[in-house]
């Protein structure tokens, strides 16, 4: 799922249909869960390699924001919570970019 006025590609890594791949997480509060990117779970999770980088992390200011989307919204009970240890991983390698929803709509 794209987020609509997202265009922003992430490096040259291509998925098995030719298309880029990426990751993409939500952050509400102190909470993160994984909107694009199901496949590249494990490797995320275990710094396993590769998976695609950088892994970008929108962040919601309210429930309400998130559930504006005009791609219908996002509610956090369908999605992969990511545990701020992962987090904070990314942010120390450098592989994680933080984009406000509100200055990106």
């Given at each position: 799922m794209m987020l609509d006025g997202?265009?922003?590609t992430p490096d040259e890594t291509v998925s098995e249909n030719g298309t880029a791949a990426s990751i993409l997480i939500?952050?509400?509060?102190?909470g993160y869960w994984l909107i694009e990117g199901d496949q590249h779970l494990?490797?995320?999770l275990s710094a396993e390699e590769p998976?695609?980088?950088?892994?970008?992390?929108?962040?919601?200011?309210?429930?309400f924001e998130m559930a504006s989307?005009?791609?219908g919204g996002i509610d956090t009970?369908?999605?992969?919570?990511?545990?701020?240890?992962i987090i904070d991983r990314l942010k120390r390698?450098?592989?994680l970019v933080l984009v406000d929803y509100s200055q990106s709509a």
């Open positions: 997202d265009n922003t939500a952050q509400l509060d102190e494990a490797a995320l998976y695609p980088t950088p892994v970008y992390c929108v962040r919601f200011a309210s429930k989307l005009p791609s009970a369908d999605l992969w919570a990511i545990h701020t240890g390698e450098n592989q």
